[in-house]
């Protein structure tokens, strides 16, 4: 199975969580994909992942099926020839934006699931990556909240949520959909803007059952669980941003302990690495 991520060094922790919560529903080989870049924007120098945490995790998969393995990709040239100036001082970092620029990377194959690093899998997606797209170019669930006020069509709910998202790349090449995202990107301020031109600009995109996408709390047929920011009304109107390595917040406000066994099991992933990083320093030169 193709999986693909993309982000800067912050996102290592939660993409190391996700790719494990994978490893335990699934016996195929996976094989990842982790976009990422060297940028200096809006005042602040982004690190780019590091090849040592992409080789520490596809070790440790590999102990669970030896064919899978993790690519680190560098797309700091691709995104310099197309920068998405108008969207570079959002919310959002421009890493957010990265999958749109797949469609220029040959070794991206046809079939992939992106995923955003705060997703974690909770049941057997086969059924969700295995499905029928021809001649659709992504498929993925309603945003949560967004389904009420970004649709196209005001008689049906059509706008989803891009964390989770199937992408049939040669459909999308064919369509040219992820040129056509970086454009608007780049001439149009948006709020959530990849997200945003993702989901005018698809003209051919299948909406799925939520339990593909949770995004306000975990349910008996969750199959991916996305730790979006939700809204409490009670006893006051306030936001929740919890994610999944807030292993505190997570038991506490959340009230999950579902996920400790991969959270376990990634502290003693991190614990097995600092013991060999001490020894590599203490190797004679």
């Known amino acids: 199975m193709n999986i693909l991520y993309c982000g800067d060094k912050n996102i290592e922790k939660g993409l190391t969580l996700s790719a494990l919560s994978l490893s335990r529903h699934i ?8 976009l990422t870049m060297s940028l200096w924007a809006n005042g602040r120098n982004y690190a780019p992942v590091s090849r040592r945490g992409t080789l520490l995790l596809e070790q440790h998969l590999q102990e669970k099926n030896p064919k899978s393995s993790v690519r680190l990709i560098d797309v700091t040239t691709e995104f310099q020839q197309t920068p998405p100036i ?5 919310r959002f ?8 620029y797949a469609d220029l990377l040959p070794e991206i194959p046809d ?48 706008y989803l949520n891009s964390g989770v998202l199937l992408l049939n790349m040669k459909e999308i090449r064919r369509t040219r959909l992820f040129r056509r995202c970086r454009r608007m990107c780049r001439t149009r301020k948006m709020f959530m803007p990849d997200q945003t031109a993702l989901n005018r600009l698809s003209e051919s995109k299948k909406i799925c059952k939520g339990k ?24 006051l109107f306030h936001m929740v941003t ?4 807030q292993v505190d917040r997570m038991h506490d406000e959340l ?4 996920y400790d066994d991969i959270l376990n099991e990634y502290q003693e992933l991190m614990t097995e690495s600092r013991k060999n990083y001490r020894t590599q320093e203490n190797l004679p030169t």
Not at 27 to 34: D, F, G, H, T
């Open 111 to 158: 079939r992939i699931l992106y995923l955003d690093s705060d997703v974690l899998c909770r049941r057997d997606f086969s059924a969700f990556y295995y499905q029928n797209m021809e001649k659709r170019e992504i498929a993925g669930v309603l945003d949560y909240y967004g389904k009420w006020f970004f649709r196209k069509d005001p008689l049906h709910f059509d």
């Open 93 to 100: 970092t421009p890493y957010c934006m990265l999958r749109l």
């Open 255 to 258: 009230k999950l302990t579902v």
């Open 212 to 235: 593909y996408n949770e995004q306000r709390k975990l349910r008996k047929d969750t199959v991916f669980q996305h730790f979006t920011t939700s809204f409490r009304f009670f006893p």
């Open 86 to 90: 108008k969207n570079m001082n959002t």
């Open 242 to 245: 919890v994610k999944p390595w």
């Open 27 to 34: 016996k195929e080989p996976l094989c990842i994909y982790v």
